[in-house]
């Protein structure tokens, strides 16, 4: 690549982003960042800065973080320093990188540069283009797909040909500006493209959320970051009173052999979950970036082949003996190692989310059904018919409650699950038993929590289908005990009979199970999006099954970005298996 290229200066009007909720950038290639450094610096010094920067970057190969570093302009050091950080993993697709509490977005795209503009939605209000990136026709039609009138282009050097192209695309150039600049302005009416059927909003209003767990509070904390005003409606007096108040959990990347789409869903969620958990909490307290091993007692560890050498072990690779031996397994066990992994204390990272001046909860609410005023808001109401709060826009994070607050005649069928954990304090008797990091696998043990009255160890949980009743029975207890038992026996034989007290039914170190229920979808992935294009402005992000700490804050994320017409924070056709039109096909298919 040219040095001209990096060097390039932006100029003004592609930084113009004064008055504006968010500013979009693209740019053709990212090179090592100097672009995207030099607009975070000048946006940062701006005090009439938009709410957000968005700034999307094209890469043919993963970018190493010395790079960054060594080319950086010396004003945008710090910038470098925190990008340097977060270039891990960059296998082939989309990747959200967030900074600044999240109101600085970088989105990368590793890929060739003509495949990845034709295939991923995106509007920019501001574009930088290499000549070397578009060579046809086509590929200046494909930029010219993530335009919209006024969009504004900045070439880095001259090229009279891709000039000529870009003409007759739609661009007008500017005279005298060196580098060329030019602004989209169509003779004909472009056609809209975005990443679903309704019209982006142009400014943040109300927006009011029902379920205060995992899934509520990472989509509020997105939307009020925005500049919504959001009321958040919980059952309980406080946040986290479902099954977002587990003691512990993980955040943990899927694998599979042929990177599946749960795989790929799994590490853009970790990556913006991990992002989050840095911006919002208190390491090694709320939460702890220990690292996963997963003890592959199916007998495969799921790692693709073509991860060995390349960017994927970053993310997940075999385990080393050390590693085994730590966590008292045999030299022979088979495993993998999560790197980008670690254990969360939920209720922190929701009370976390909520602490915003934007957002406001409200415990102690039962919401019986929805409403529509006539002004068109949406309006929660209770068990009277009265209106308990309204809003411009809806969204339903309430898990299992979900089906009976959809509009009139439609039907979503998900799964209740209640799991149950057992449970217990670190002792001299077990402590030096259990490994200092999680182990995932057949159920998973989060061990050494820090916690009001010491340091705790969890183990779960159950998966029992279609069963929803609360409270648990004593006998259920006592049957989750023993499933759970039986599940540690299987992960860590070896600490599994030091711990056989904690999960013995009258042993005085036996704790009650904590359970509670949780709601899958058909296919097992969660629901994030508008619930139907008859009921605007109702949204939903719900369905997270077991994976909530995981994928929540990458659905509110998404469901923010399709609702502003913002770059998406994963793959165009990852967010389709995320839609709500699915399920209509799903229900349509066993109808039949």
């Known amino acids: 690549m040219p040095a001209s290229f990096a060097s390039c200066p932006l100029h003004p009007d592609l930084l113009a982003w004064q008055g504006r909720t968010c ?30 920067l968005h700034f999307t970057g094209i890469l043919a190969q993963p970018l190493a973080a010395d790079a960054v570093l060594a080319q ?16 891990y993993g960059l296998l082939p697709g989309v990747h959200r990188l967030s900074f600044a509490q999240g109101r600085v977005l970088l989105t990368l795209w590793v890929g060739d540069a003509q495949t990845m503009l034709r295939q991923q939605t995106s509007t920019a209000d501001a574009l930088l283009l290499h000549p070397e990136f578009l060579t046809d026709a086509y590929s200046v039609k494909a930029l010219a797909r993530h335009c919209q009138r006024g969009s504004v282009l900045q070439l880095s050097q001259p090229s009279a040909p891709l000039q000529q192209a870009l003409q007759a695309a739609g661009f007008a150039f500017a005279d005298g500006h060196e580098p060329p600049l030019a602004h989209y302005a169509p003779r004909w009416e472009p056609r809209k493209r975005s990443a679903g059927e309704h019209e982006a909003v142009t400014q943040p209003g109300t927006a009011l959320v029902i379920g205060a767990g995992l899934a509520g509070s990472a989509v509020a904390r997105s939307l009020a970051v925005r500049g919504w005003q959001v009321t958040v409606l919980g059952a309980g007096d406080e946040p986290a ?27 853009n969620g970790v990556r913006l979950t991990l992002q989050r958990l840095r911006d919002l909490c208190e390491k090694d307290q709320d939460w702890g970036l220990s690292g996963v091993l997963e003890h592959c007692t199916d007998g ?5 082949a073509s991860w060995a050498n390349g960017p994927g072990a970053q993310w997940s690779h075999a385990t080393t003996a050390a590693q085994l031996q730590t966590a008292g397994l045999d030299a022979d066990t088979i495993a993998c190692w999560h790197a980008q992994a670690g254990w969360v204390r939920p209720a922190q990272l929701v009370k976390a989310q ?20 006539e002004g068109g808001q949406w309006q929660a109401l209770d068990n009277a018919a009265q209106v308990i709060a309204q809003a411009d826009l809806l969204i339903l994070a309430c898990g299992p409650a979900t089906p009976a607050l959809l509009p009139d005649g439609m039907q979503w069928e998900l799964q209740s699950l209640r799991g149950q954990i057992s449970w217990g304090w670190h002792t001299a008797a077990n402590a030096t038993a259990l490994p200092p990091f999680p ?36 006998a259920d207890q006592d049957a989750a005990h023993a499933v759970n038992y039986d599940k540690l026996s299987t992960l860590l034989p070896r600490s599994a009979p030091v711990l056989q007290p904690w999960f013995t039914p009258g042993d005085e170190h036996c704790q009650p199970t904590w359970g509670r229920v949780r709601c899958a979808s058909h296919d097992r992935l969660p629901i994030a999006g508008p619930v139907s294009q008859a009921a605007p402005g109702l ?16 659905c509110g994320e998404l469901i923010a970005a399709q609702l502003h017409g913002e770059p998406l924070p994963l793959d165009h056709k990852l967010a389709q298996h995320l839609g709500t039109e699915r399920l209509a096909r799903s ?6």
Do not use: Y
Not at 300 to 304: E, Y
Not at 587 to 592: L, V
């Open 23 to 52: 500013w979009r950038m693209l740019s053709t290639d990212f090179a090592q960042g100097q672009h995207f450094l030099q607009a975070w610096a000048a946006w940062q010094a701006d005090a009439q800065r938009s709410q957000l």
């Open 72 to 87: 950086a302009p010396a004003a945008c050091t710090a910038q470098a320093r925190e990008l340097a950080q977060q270039l």
């Open 241 to 267: 009173d479902g099954a977002s108040g587990l003691p512990a959990g993980l955040f943990c990347p899927h694998v599979s052999p042929d990177d599946s789409v749960l795989s790929r869903l799994s590490r």
């Open 300 to 304: 495969g560890t799921g790692l693709p």
């Open 354 to 373: 909520l602490a915003h001046p934007q957002i406001r909860f409200r415990g102690d609410t039962q919401v019986k059904r929805l409403a529509r005023s």
């Open 439 to 474: 182990v995932n696998g057949n159920g998973n043990l989060v061990t050494h929590v820090p916690m009001q009255g010491g340091h705790a160890w969890v183990m779960g949980s159950t998966f029992e289908r279609d069963v929803d009743t609360m409270p648990i029975s004593q």
């Open 539 to 554: 949204w939903a992000s719900t369905a997270m099954g077991a994976r909530g700490l995981t994928l929540s804050v990458l």
């Open 587 to 592: 229900i349509k298919k066993e109808s039949c």
